[in-house]
């Protein structure tokens, strides 16, 4: 008994210590990179307000949206001070991890170009199989029903996260 | 005594380069080869990003090796390997967030790739710091060469043309246009080759080559010590004639 007593506690000691040692390193790096990732999430964001809306020359203050699924924020994209649509920022998870989106919906609030800001996929097959077909096609109300690309690129989520963007805009619109 | 060490550092290094590939002898780590050899350098910094894991993780194991009971070896290992991987892609993730977004998934799936614990189990827990750290390094280097060869192929089939700088952003963007132009007069490049299936065909016909090429040499080496024998058999025969 006292034989595997001592055995139990030098197994639960050492795995013990391990996880330790490794939540501690863990969490050094994540101190030292935490404020570079977020930066660099901001600038991917930025970039992505700029791909969806390439004519715009001013993106309003971003506004917060909650009580929603997938929709977290979004900003008025304008071109000489006119209002050209807005950009929503959108992020789901399904099986495969989380996918981060920004959908630009325009006039009585058709859909606009969808950029990819991260993505638990892989990034290139993701834009070559799902979202380019998308983006070029002619009919993006259609088409976001109709791109199909595998089971693992996550149309449906896509799908719901730019129908939710949509009901959002035509909300707004509405109450305007 | 120092030169029977030196050889086996030697070894430990080497042979996870060719002779134990990983990639191509032992087929293993398969999956991430086949996702992300679409470009050049996806297969680099996977590969970079690998051997930077393989080679901590069996370092660590190898200094814990004693301290680390035989019923707990696997999660050990596993939280060893799973730390290293965090660690990985949190720097890849602040510095080359290009590279951290195009390996997607794959890169945390490092976690349970079966050459890190493979390598684990099978080599650092039963050698010495400095042979884990040469063979961590050797196999790292040998899988770095095997997705590069097969993302060369595939990118180049696939698209026509090698890009750098697109992912390495510190790298000055260019492309070597081959089997297209850049203003898009002719385009010979195959998409299926970026695709899935052509990773497949791309691996098969690589491994196909080296199999060839090795089964030939073991021909020849069958045949020389075939013919090596005959010629022994016959020698007496003439010694004794002389001697008549």
Known sequence: MKDNTKKYLKVSITLASICSVSALLIGLVNYLTADTIKANEEAAVWEGLRNVYPTADKFGDKVAVSDKTYVVSYWVASQNEKEIGYVFRASGTNSYGSITILVGIAGTGSFGTIYLVSSTETKNDFVAGYLTPYNEGTSKDTDIDSVKCGATYAATLIKNMAYEAQSIYKSEKGAK | ?244
């Open chain 2, 1 to 244: 005594m120092d030169n029977i060490k030196r050889s086996q550092h030697k070894e430990s290094f080497i042979s996870g380069i060719i002779k134990e590939n990983p990639l191509f002898v032992a087929v293993l780590g398969t999956c991430p080869a086949l996702a992300i050899t679409t470009t050049v350098e996806a297969a680099f910094g996977m590969g970079l990003l690998f051997t930077f894991v393989l080679v901590c993780s069996n370092v660590i194991i190898s200094a814990l090796r004693k301290l680390i009971p035989e019923e707990i070896e696997t999660p050990a290992y596993i939280v060893v390997i799973a730390a290293f991987v965090t660690i990985t892609k949190m720097l890849t993730q602040a510095f080359i967030p290009a590279l951290y977004s195009t390996l997607g998934v794959f890169l945390s799936l490092l976690v349970v790739n079966c050459i890190v614990l493979g390598r684990a189990e099978a080599f650092a827990n039963k050698n010495t710091v400095l042979d884990s750290l040469l063979d961590g390094l050797g196999n790292g280097i040998g899988y770095t060469l095997a997705l590069v060869v097969i993302a060369l192929v595939r990118e180049l089939l696939g698209t026509g043309c090698l890009t750098i700088g697109a992912i390495f952003t510190f790298i000055p963007k260019s492309t070597l246009y081959i089997l297209k132009d850049a203003a898009g007069t002719f385009d010979y490049s195959m998409s299926l080759f970026s695709n899935p299936a052509g990773g497949f065909i791309v691996f098969g016909l690589e491994l196909a080559i080296i199999y060839a090429v090795r089964n030939h040499k073991e021909t020849i080496k069958k045949a020389n010590a075939r013919a090596a024998a005959f010629a022994a058999s016959n020698a007496p025969k003439e010694v004794s004639k002389e001697a008549k």
